[in-house]
């Protein structure tokens, strides 16, 4: 009986043991490749930080609009920001490596998850970054060119475009990566469904005769405009 | 530049047939039926009694007009009152229709009106605004006449205005052209121009034709490249033309003049940054000397749609402007009344030019974002000087075009260099 118990412990110990040596190792090599993603994401970031400096990246962002966003989020500037965005990515390709090297059961097949998300999460974030610069571009051309027509309001008609257009691109992303796809683009259709229809009933039914005023002010304040060059020429 | 391939065979075979010319009149026509006889006949009488041994041809290139313009000039004969003014003409008066292909607008007519010039190798080149009421045969040949005597290669036409007349050549394109090209030009859009064979075939040379802001930029281009490549230019009196048949809106006409001003400063930077001594230029014809009324409009109304204007587009102005700039012109345009005086003025044209140059938006956006603040710097101007006798207004037209002389320095220092 004690030696049956014994030959257990022995037994259980060589388990021990063996699983040990086999364990050790990778653990080191987890280890190394976890300090050394680190070091090695680190030096992408300036890397990183360094094109976007040299090739002037801080201005595409400002004529953009995607800096006065991240300034309203609380957010770092957009070349600290994508310099973050790609060390982490690199750092978390390398955490999960180690993790796999350790083959643990349950992080079985983590790696491939990860390289297969990366890409559709740098798509989004292209997505979401044309989205700011069609949306700001859109802002600018509408307010000129209400503003050149005399419209009223034109300071709210290019605003809602423009907030119209980056939600469009942040549904975009989110679909992307497929963050909580259905219940996003449900809510999208439905907010942007009953804005329209609201928007069109009130200014069909409620608004019609003021949108004929508006429509027929519009007609004559052209007429008048058309030939207002003349004493400056 | 392959002339042939510019013009169209149909063409090409009337000017094979012409010749070499010493003189080609150009008429670049859209719709201009209502004057385009008179003005036939006054180039007529012109070469046939004052150049009736020279070799002339006139060509006409049409953008597509309906109402019958190119018909009109094919059909224009002399009338009775002509023939007493003119001898027998001692050569052929030939009369070329070309209607142009290609974009539509002044630029393609005169490019073709230049390569017909480079083929028939005319020494002397007049390009006529179809649309002035006041072209009879003696300014045809005032206009004609120093060119082809070899005096000046380009010749420009100046009015007498009275000051406080043509807000947007005095406020903004002749001081500044004036400052940045050192060249003392009165009518740097003037549509008007007479020049030699050797300017032409330069123009066609260059790089501007394909463009699309050629179709706005062309007449003050042809003005700046004159004065960039140091070929003579010379002014001469002519009447002052109604411009009440221009169909553009302001905002169209000061829009096109910013393109047209950014192209002529891109085209010619290694110029302007260095010149300096202002050219005073010889002039032709006579000064008629009385100045004219002023036309009357309704400057209080330009100001408060300026005003409403520029609060609309306030977040588009603080994204270009530098914030200095910005806040003192926000100042300005929070006043009772229009107010910007000249140095604030400049420094907002300067700074805008420099905001182009440098990408800070679309450069359609930035023209139609300066045109509110053009509209208020009109109204402050015209407020200003409503009491003054011209005399006085001529004076501070002449000191703002010292202060755009002297704050060149400024847009030297920050055109190429980001702030």
């Given at each position: 009986m004690i030696q049956e118990i014994a030959d257990a412990l022995v037994q259980s110990w060589r388990n021990f043991a063996s699983a040990f040596v086999l364990f050790v190792p990778r653990l080191v090599a987890a280890t190394i490749i976890f300090a050394g993603g680190f070091l090695i994401a680190l030096i992408v970031k300036r890397a990183i930080q360094r094109a976007l400096d040299w090739m002037d990246f801080d201005r595409l962002t400002l004529r953009s609009g995607a800096s006065e966003m991240l300034r309203l989020a609380d957010m770092p500037p957009a070349d600290v920001l994508i310099a973050k965005i790609v060390f982490w990515i690199v750092w978390i390709g390398f955490i999960v490596s180690a993790v796999d090297t350790l083959q643990l059961a349950p992080f079985q097949g983590l790696v491939e998850e990860f390289f297969r998300f990366v890409p559709r999460f740098l798509v989004a974030l292209l997505v979401l970054s044309i989205g700011f610069l069609v949306a700001n571009f859109l802002w600018r051309a509408t307010l000129l060119a209400s503003v050149n027509a005399g419209l009223p309001g034109a300071r709210l008609m290019s605003g809602s475009l423009r907030v119209l257009v980056i939600a469009i691109g942040v549904v975009m992303a989110l679909e992307q990566v497929g963050l909580a796809t259905s219940v996003v683009l449900a809510a999208f259709a439905i907010t942007f469904g009953a804005l329209m229809l609201g928007l069109a009933i009130a200014f069909g039914l409620g608004g019609r005769d003021a949108a004929r005023t508006l429509i027929e002010e519009q007609l004559r304040a052209k007429r008048d405009r058309e030939s207002d060059a003349a004493p400056h020429l | 530049m392959d002339t042939d391939s510019t013009l169209p065979d149909a063409l090409l075979r009337q000017l094979i047939a012409v010749g070499q010319v010493d003189v080609l009149v150009g008429l670049p026509t859209l719709?201009?039926?209502?004057t385009i006889t008179d003005v036939v006949r006054a180039v007529h009488v012109s070469f046939t009694r004052d150049f009736p041994r020279l070799r002339t041809v006139m060509i006409n290139s049409d953008g597509g007009s309906t109402d019958g313009t190119p018909d009109l000039i094919g059909e224009a004969r002399f009338t009775e009152a002509d023939r007493v003014q003119t001898s027998h003409p001692l050569r052929t008066l030939h009369r070329v229709l070309a209607p142009y292909h290609g974009l539509p607008g002044k630029h393609t007519a005169l490019r073709t009106i230049f390569a017909a010039a480079e083929l028939t190798q005319a020494k002397a080149i007049l390009v006529i605004d179809?649309?002035?009421?006041?072209?009879?045969p003696e300014r045809v040949t005032e206009l004609i006449a120093p060119v082809a005597r070899g005096d000046v290669e380009f010749l420009a036409p100046r009015y007498r205005r009275h000051p406080r007349d043509g807000v947007l050549i005095t406020q903004l394109v002749r001081p500044l052209v004036r400052a940045l090209y050192a060249v003392g030009l009165d009518e740097p859009l003037g549509a008007e121009f007479s020049c030699s064979g050797r300017f032409s075939s330069h123009c066609l040379e260059q790089d501007i034709w394909d463009h699309e802001s050629a179709r706005f930029a062309i007449d003050l281009w042809l003005r700046t490249e004159a004065a960039a490549e140091r070929f003579p230019i010379g002014q001469i009196w002519r009447p002052m033309s109604s411009?009440?048949?221009?169909?553009?809106?302001l905002r169209d006409v000061v829009h096109q003049v910013v393109l047209a001003v950014i192209e002529s400063l891109r085209a010619h930077e290694s110029f302007w940054r260095n010149a300096n001594a202002i050219s005073e230029l010889r002039s032709w014809g006579t000064d008629p000397g009385v100045i004219p009324d002023v036309m009357p409009w309704d400057f209080q109304a330009l100001a408060e749609q300026a005003r409403r204007d520029i609060v609309e587009i306030t977040p588009l102005l603080e994204d270009v402007l530098d914030p200095g700039l910005f806040v003192r012109v926000m100042d300005n345009t929070n006043g009772a009344g229009p107010r910007l005086d000249d140095e604030l003025w400049v420094r907002t044209v300067y700074g805008f030019a420099t905001a182009i140059q440098h990408g800070r938006a679309a450069i359609d956006h930035m023209a139609d974002m300066f045109v509110p603040l053009y509209m208020w710097r009109a109204a402050a101007f015209m407020s200003d000087t409503a009491p003054d006798p011209p005399i006085a207004v001529q004076s501070r037209l002449d000191a703002l075009c010292d202060t755009f002389q002297r704050l060149k320095p400024t847009l030297v220092a920050t055109w190429s260099n980001e702030v």
């Open positions: - | 719709n201009n039926a209502a179809p649309a002035g009421p006041s072209t009879t411009p009440a048949g221009s169909r553009a809106t």
